[in-house]
């Protein structure tokens, strides 16, 4: 069993700030890349942010120069630091990361989500 846990979500000012956390727990043998989704209401769910596991990133043209991903690989964790955020950043973010482990070849995990809410 292998589960991803996030926190860090809530509701802030635009122009804030939040940082994002997603801990990877279980019978894990090793993580491939990871990255963070959004879904905002009546829109698809996009890709936001990834990491490779050689800590390659790549980002969403709307975030790039506010938010940063990093992991880090001892405690199978991966960040989103959120800076200058937005209005247009309200969404439910969800951690994602495919993962090898005692059960299972590498597949696809995902979090439960966090609600982010960029508001005055």
């Known amino acids: 069993q292998v589960q991803l846990v996030e926190s860090g979500g809530g509701l802030v000012q635009p122009g804030g700030s939040l940082r994002l956390s997603c801990a990877a727990s279980?019978?894990?043998?090793?993580?491939?890349?990871m990255g963070w989704y959004r879904q905002a209401p009546g829109k698809q769910r996009e890709l936001v942010a990834g990491?490779?596991?050689?800590?390659?990133?790549n980002y969403v043209d709307s975030v790039k120069g506010r938010f940063t991903i990093s992991r880090d690989n001892a405690n199978n964790t991966v960040y989103l630091q959120m800076n200058s955020l937005k209005p247009e950043d309200t969404a439910v973010y969800y951690c994602?990361?495919?993962?090898?482990?005692?059960?299972?070849?590498?597949?696809?995990?995902w979090g439960q989500g966090t609600q982010v809410t960029v508001s005055a």
């Open positions: 279980g019978r894990i043998r090793s993580i491939y890349a």
């Open positions: 990491i490779t596991g050689g800590a390659s990133t």
């Open positions: 994602n990361a495919l993962i090898e482990s005692t059960f299972h070849s590498r597949r696809d995990y």
